[in-house]
């Protein structure tokens, strides 16, 4: 069973547009990892948030982390075509959601 | 470094048939991972290795499914028979335990199976 759930299922923005993507899931964990899948790929690693932190970027990439809502947000911004592609939260027994399926127009 | 390498890369098959996925993680790896993939959904875990020890195959149908990792290096996952829902993709991951439960998957591009 998923272990983690992301919404919205899926998402179309314009080039240059922010992109916000959330996960939620059942049980503590120690940290939470964010992943994306371009079609026909395996999944990639984007980055990790530890319990303790709040919020860490990478790039264009901004990662928050609320335990007590047990929820998780992963906003890209200024979005380019590039981008298109499924992104997964997975929790730290690697377990992951349905997945955030991005479409960025040109 | 190498990737994940996993093959074959598609695979045709009528029902009943057995089919067998092969993973070869990055070497130096000791933690890998199975997932089955449907169509529009995250993957599932099937089973997770610590060297050549299955630690977590709650998962993993066992009536039809079965896995391998003799020697704790590559691994092979293996159904027999095959059903129609048995259709999806089989990833491979593979990650470094020695940065603990932080260590990031690396994943193969995964074996596209069709059950006809």
């Known amino acids: 069973s998923q272990q983690g759930e992301e919404d919205p299922q899926a998402l179309s923005i314009q080039e240059g547009e922010n992109a916000t993507m959330n996960c939620s899931y059942k049980t503590s964990i120690n940290n939470l990892q964010w992943y994306r899948q371009n079609s026909g790929r395996g999944l990639v690693h984007l980055i990790l948030i530890r319990s303790n932190e709040r919020e860490k970027h990478s790039g264009r990439l901004r990662v928050t982390l609320d335990t007590s809502k047990k929820s998780s947000s992963l906003l890209i911004t200024a979005s380019r075509a590039a981008d298109t592609a499924s992104y997964f939260c997975g929790r730290d027994d690697m377990r992951f959601g349905a997945g955030t399926r991005l479409t960025v127009k040109p | 470094e190498a990737g994940v390498v996993q093959s074959p890369r598609y695979k045709i098959i009528e029902k009943k048939q057995p089919v067998a996925f092969w993973c070869n993680p990055i070497?130096?790896?000791?933690?890998l991972y199975w997932y089955l993939q449907n169509l529009g959904q995250g993957p599932e875990l099937l089973i997770r290795?610590?060297?050549?020890?299955?630690?977590?195959d709650s998962q993993l149908p066992k009536d039809r499914f079965s896995a391998e990792r003799l020697k704790g290096v590559d691994s092979t996952l293996k159904i027999q028979p095959a059903e129609l829902g048995d259709s999806a993709v089989y990833l491979c991951?593979?990650?470094?335990?020695?940065?603990?439960?932080?260590?990031?998957?690396?994943f193969g591009n995964g074996t596209r199976l069709t059950v006809t």
């Open positions: 070497s130096g790896h000791n933690t």
């Open positions: 991951a593979s990650s470094d335990r020695a940065g603990g439960r932080e260590s990031p998957l690396h």
């Open positions: 290795y610590e060297n050549e020890e299955a630690v977590d």
